[in-house]
Nanobody, 119 residues
């Protein structure tokens, strides 16, 4: 298993920005899909942003135009601008690699980082 290590969470005022980072240590994989999820207290985990190989992206409607997912060779990012109180949650990075035609996969998660947006 490859460890994903997250950083960049914290407390920010509404309207501000944060950038979350997720680094894959000792990874040998080229991932098929990367994404960011979040979970607020009392709510289900929600897919926020996703990028497939080739660069296509998808975002949940509530963050469209404010959040941007990106990656480089070893790290994935979530740039969060114009933050709202409703964005407060624990954010998790995720990376998926399909390893055979039967659909077996490697599914890695970060440890979570708290984002708190104050009004």
């Amino acid at each position: 298993q490859v460890q994903l290590v997250e950083s960049g969470g914290g407390l920010v005022q509404a309207g501000g920005s944060l950038r979350l980072s997720c680094t894959a240590s000792r990874s040998i994989f080229t991932f098929d899909t990367i994404g960011w999820y979040r979970q607020a207290p009392g709510k289900e985990r929600e897919l926020v942003a996703r990028m497939a190989d080739g660069g296509s992206t998808n975002y949940v409607d509530s963050v469209m135009g404010r959040f941007t997912i990106s990656r480089d060779k070893n790290t994935m990012y979530l740039q969060m601008n114009s933050l709202k109180v409703e964005d407060t949650a624990v954010y998790y990075c995720n990376a998926v690699k399909v390893v055979n035609v039967e659909g077996a996969r490697v599914d890695l998660w970060g440890q979570g980082t708290q984002v708190t947006v104050s009004s």
